[in-house]
Nanobody
Framework: QVQLVESGGGLVQAGGSLRLSCAAS????????MGWFRQAPGKEREFVAA???????YYADSVKGRFTISRDNAKNTVAPQMNSLKSEDTAVYYC???????????????WGQGTQVTVSS
């Protein structure tokens, strides 16, 4: 069992930066792929970024070059650094742990509660 708690969301102006964080419980954190997804009102949950257990990284085209994901297995945390934020990045951001098809929601077993990111234009 893995429990995930996100933090770091908030309100930021367009062009600004935010760093989210996800803290995971459990001794097997390093064996999971960790992903971030987001869901805007009225839209489906979509893939944002992921990092495998071997630290390979994957990004949605919409955030490539602006977001960077990293993990610290010693601290059981995963953190996306989000730069050059746009109004269309506004959403609830979710952390997830799993494996397999890590660029889709199907690849994840455990999910956090989400943290709101609002980008004002």
């Amino acid at each position: 069992q893995v429990q995930l708690v996100e933090s770091g969301g908030g309100l930021v102006q367009a062009g600004g930066s935010l760093r989210l964080s996800c803290a995971a419980s459990g001794r097997t954190f390093s064996s999971y792929a960790m992903g971030w997804f987001r869901q805007a009102p009225g839209k489906e949950r979509e893939f944002v970024a992921a990092i495998s257990w071997s630290t390979n990284t994957y990004y949605a085209d919409s955030v490539k070059g602006r977001f960077t994901i990293s993990r610290d297995n010693a601290k059981n945390t995963v953190a996306p650094q989000m730069n050059s934020l746009k109004s269309e990045d506004t959403a609830v951001y979710y952390c997830a742990a799993g494996g397999g098809l890590i660029t889709t929601t199907l690849g994840y077993v455990y999910w956090g509660q989400g943290t709101q990111v609002t980008v004002s234009s």
